[in-house]
């Protein structure tokens, strides 16, 4: 079955991409679910389902992408958006209106249901979703230095959303890029859409991060 979708995120994980949006139909307009608009993340069956990288080179966000879907993973998850692809049958089919973004942002108050950096085993597995799209216009970016690779610096994006801060590292790498090159284009950014993301389990806790950006000029 041929599914369509904008994309939001084409970020980097564990040596490969993670590739994620939210369904459309023919007329480009968003698929509407009972929690909002229904999200899909394509994914291999490689270790925790990373597409390969040269897959999803020419895939930007905000390209309307096309795939043949194939099945869906037999485990129920809190990454319920999983979908099986026909491998390396990603078609960029058109351009989605960065105007109509707000129409597909998440209108729950926190951001996958508390306030904190991550969730815990216990409280994964009443989830069962892993993406989002919201709207900030207060923010900032910060640097640190990697412990596992002092050459390197982790970049992670503070912001405030329903008056609550949060502070996510960043796993987008085109704006990872941009943000390297010159990190004065903030200066001239009003707002930003975030695609909000859950990883996997990593010593017992499941982060949040920022997978895709999608900035707003002044």
């Known amino acids: 079955m041929t599914i369509r979708f904008v994309c939001l995120a084409n970020s980097v994980k564990e040596g490969g991409r993670c590739l994620a949006g939210i369904e459309l139909n023919k007329n480009n307009e968003p698929l509407i679910g009972k929690n909002g608009p229904k999200w899909i993340r394509p994914i291999c069956k490689t270790q925790h389902g990373k597409i390969y990288t040269h897959w999803v080179t020419h895939i930007k966000l905000l390209d309307i992408v096309e795939i043949e879907s194939t099945g869906f993973p037999g485990k129920p998850s809190y990454q319920s958006e999983n979908i099986f692809f026909k491998d390396e049958d990603l078609k960029v089919v058109g351009r989605f ?122």
């Open 97 to 218: 209106d960065r105007n109509e973004l707000s129409n597909l942002c998440d209108n729950r108050y926190y951001i996958f249901g508390n306030w904190g950096k991550a969730l815990s085993t216990d409280e994964i597995v009443f989830l069962d979703y892993s993406l989002v799209l919201i709207h900030v216009s207060q923010f900032q970016v910060t640097e640190r230095i990697n412990p596992d690779d002092p050459g390197k610096k982790k970049i992670r994006l503070q912001f405030s959303y329903h008056e609550t801060n949060y502070d996510f590292p960043v796993t987008d790498p085109v704006f990872l890029q941009l943000y390297g090159s010159n990190p004065a284009i903030l200066e001239i950014i009003s707002s930003l859409y975030l695609c909000v993301s859950i990883g996997i389990n990593f010593n017992g806790w499941y982060y949040k991060l920022v997978a895709g950006i999608v900035t707003v000029p002044s």
